[in-house]
């Protein structure tokens, strides 16, 4: 099986090392998890969970000069997804910001489900399938995805308008075993620091293959994006929490997205 599908042909001479590459990278890798009921608020707000979810996080490159036609294409298609029986939220479109300098994403897909058969089931369905062989692998150069559970507190689909920082974390290899913990500790304790962050998903990736190395996930969610750009204003408790990781990484890979009111989806 292959999330995103990654299995369709690239162009011109790198087009069968693409094709390899990426379809080992997309290999889903399940492993033992606990899950719980969802219980819901009023039929006017967004569903709520109190159990863990399946999180999945997708970072397209879209190519150089493609048309804008085609990009919005492919925007739409994925964003069609929602109506798929497997998915409690999916949005995808353009990346608000990325500071990261050695990758170029362009572009973000982020959905839920409620367990890892659920996401198996998406990545499956042949409307998927099909989207990903005629919209996305024709116009995107590269392509990466992590997947994690996590123990979400709030709405199960963030509000239209929403900002999201989604942060990759590679571990130094020195660092892999003992600093995960540590790690982990550090963005969980995120919104107590930061009280602008509405909700903190964070987790293990349990799909290494297709991630690029990077083995920790986490997307932080703010009301807009005022509260997000206030979080960088105060310079001095930022970095502080990064001086306590950044001895134990190797890569980091910070993205932020906004999510649009045609895009926000709560199934």
Same mark, same amino acid.
């Not at 998903?201 to 206030?230: H, Q, T, Y």
């Given at each position: 099986?292959?999330?995103?599908?990654?299995?369709?042909?690239?162009?011109?001479?790198?087009?069968?090392?693409?094709?390899?590459?990426?379809?080992?990278?997309?290999?889903?890798?399940?492993?033992?998890?606990?899950?719980?009921?969802?219980?819901?608020?009023?039929?006017?707000?967004?569903?709520? =969970?109190?159990?863990?979810?399946?999180?999945?996080?997708?970072?397209?490159?879209?190519?150089?000069?493609?048309?804008?036609?085609?990009?919005?294409?492919?925007?739409?298609?994925?964003?069609?997804?929602?109506?798929?029986?497997?998915?409690?939220?999916?949005?995808?479109?353009?990346?608000?910001?990325?500071?990261?300098?050695?990758?170029?994403?362009?572009?973000?897909?982020?959905?839920?489900?409620?367990?890892?058969?659920?996401?198996?089931?998406?990545?499956?369905?042949?409307?998927?399938?099909?989207?990903?062989?005629?919209?996305?692998?024709?116009?995107?150069? *590269?392509? =990466?995805?992590?997947?994690?559970?996590?123990?979400?507190?709030?709405?199960?689909?963030?509000?239209?308008?929403?900002?999201?920082?989604?942060?990759?974390?590679?571990?130094?290899?020195?660092?892999?075993?003992?600093?995960?913990?540590?790690?982990?500790?550090?963005?969980?304790?995120?919104?107590?620091?930061?009280?602008?962050?509405?909700?903190?998903?964070?987790?293990?990736?349990?799909?290494?293959?297709?991630?690029?190395?990077?083995?920790?996930?986490?997307?932080?969610?703010?009301?807009?994006?005022?509260?997000?750009?206030?979080?960088?204003?105060?310079?001095?408790?930022?970095?502080?929490?990064?001086?306590?990781?950044? *001895?134990?990484?190797?890569?980091?890979?910070?993205?932020?997205?906004?999510?649009?009111?045609?895009?926000?989806?709560?199934?």
């Amino acid at each position: 099986m292959t999330c995103l599908c990654l299995r369709a042909n690239s162009v011109v001479s790198t087009s069968l090392k693409l094709k390899d590459n990426l379809s080992r990278a997309f290999v889903l890798q399940p492993k033992p998890y606990n899950l719980k009921l969802f219980c819901s608020s009023s039929s006017t707000s967004p569903a709520k =969970m109190s159990a863990q979810i399946i999180e999945h996080i997708v970072l397209f490159k879209v190519k150089d000069e493609t048309e804008s036609s085609k990009i919005n294409s492919m925007i739409s298609n994925l964003n069609g997804l929602t109506s798929l029986n497997q998915v409690l939220h999916l949005t995808a479109g353009p990346i608000h910001s990325n500071r990261s300098s050695a990758f170029s994403f362009t572009h973000m897909l982020h959905s839920r489900y409620k367990t890892k058969e659920d996401l198996k089931g998406y990545a499956d369905h042949p409307e998927h399938l099909k989207i990903v062989k005629e919209s996305v692998l024709p116009i995107c150069d *590269d392509l =990466m995805a992590v997947d994690w559970v996590s123990n979400l507190d709030g709405p199960v689909a963030p509000l239209a308008g929403a900002a999201m920082r989604v942060t990759l974390l590679k571990l130094k290899e020195s660092s892999e075993d003992a600093g995960k913990g540590q790690i982990l500790g550090i963005i969980g304790s995120m919104k107590d620091t930061f009280p602008s962050v509405n909700q903190i998903s964070f987790g293990e990736n349990f799909s290494p293959a297709r991630a690029k190395g990077f083995s920790i996930a986490s997307i932080a969610v703010f009301p807009g994006l005022n509260e997000l750009d206030a979080l960088d204003s105060n310079s001095e408790v930022v970095k502080a929490q990064k001086d306590k990781a950044r *001895d134990l990484l190797e890569s980091v890979i910070v993205v932020d997205y906004v999510i649009s009111p045609s895009q926000a989806a709560n199934l």
